[in-house]
């Protein structure tokens, strides 16, 4: 891959660009704010402005929900040969993109697993993607070389592509990354109502548990709203199991935390059930890369 484009110069898109810069790979930047890409351009991501000729790939790195229109757009001015994106939601924007008559041929969905809580041109980093999954979801239509030069960014920016179904993905997705961050922020917003006396006890625990609610709150709506089914199914699991534990502290807020109590066993097979959980996906992420927030930048 000789040349790109990238549409949205934010933190993933401009990270994108630095590193296919670092590979050699000429880019032009398109922003709707065009400071941004004046900004990441002055970064060395690339060129700010439309290239006068349609470069190999286009790369959208637009929230889920203008994915389709931005790729019928670009498509129809001759922007790329090819295109992907990089939202973090795969099955709504496929089937808008069917339905406003998008060539998917020439169209991969892709999702780099990796993010900051930061956003914008300036928080961008050429190694943000380095060891991490790049996932890929071509359709059924998607031609050998759009699906080539797709797996190819993924190489470019240091990545190992992964190929899912989009179904698949978004329910992926829900569990690991979009329920996280809702709960999190529910968490968060809890130390509204904290006393300035409670708040300064806080300690790294807390920090750790909330980190990623310091994301951008129209991006992560945006988000939520594209996979909300599959976030409903995740998030009434565990509101169910948010239930039973209320149930269990209860029966202990009523007398005596005694040994051999269903409230205490509950509570303990609680906590144990989360040390297993934990134990899945222990250790530092890949390359130990810094503040990894799945679906922080699209």
Known sequence: MRSAAVVGTGLIG????????????RVHLLDENP??????????AGVAGAPNAPVDLAVL????????????????????????????????????????????????????MA????????????????????????????GERAVGRATALAHLCGARPVVMEPAQHDRAVALVSHTPHLVATLLAGRLLDGDASHLRLAGQ?????????????????????????????????????????????????????????AGRAHLTAVLTRGVTGRGLIQGPAPDGLRLSGVAAGA
């Not at 401009?14 to 790979?25: D, K, P």
């Not at 400071?35 to 060395?44: D, K, N, Q, S, V």
């Not at 900051?116 to 996932?135: C, I, K, M, T």
Request: hydrophobic share 45%; glycine share 10%.
């Open 205 to 261: 625990g807390l920090r750790d548990a909330t980190r990623i609610a310091a994301g951008d709150a129209d991006l992560w709506t945006d988000i939520l709203s594209s996979n909300a089914t599959a976030v409903v199914e995740v998030l009434t699991e565990l509101a169910g199991e948010l239930g039973a534990t209320l149930d269990a502290l209860r029966e202990l807020a009523e007398g005596p935390p005694a040994h051999g109590t």
């Open 61 to 112: 790195a637009v929230p889920p929900q203008h994915v389709a229109a931005s790729l019928h757009q670009h498509q129809a001015r001759g922007l790329a040969h090819d295109f992907t994106d990089v939202s973090s939601v795969k099955v709504r924007p496929q089937r808008e993109a069917a339905e406003l008559g998008c060539d998917l041929a020439r169209f991969v969905g892709g999702h780099p």
């Open 14 to 25: 401009t990270s994108i660009a630095l590193a296919l810069r670092a590979r050699g790979v």
């Open 115 to 142: 993010g900051r809580e930061q956003s914008g041109p300036l928080a961008a980093l050429p190694d943000l993607f380095h060891g991490r999954p790049w996932v890929l979801t071509p359709a059924g239509t998607a």
């Open 35 to 44: 400071e941004a890409a004046h900004t990441a351009a002055r970064l060395g």
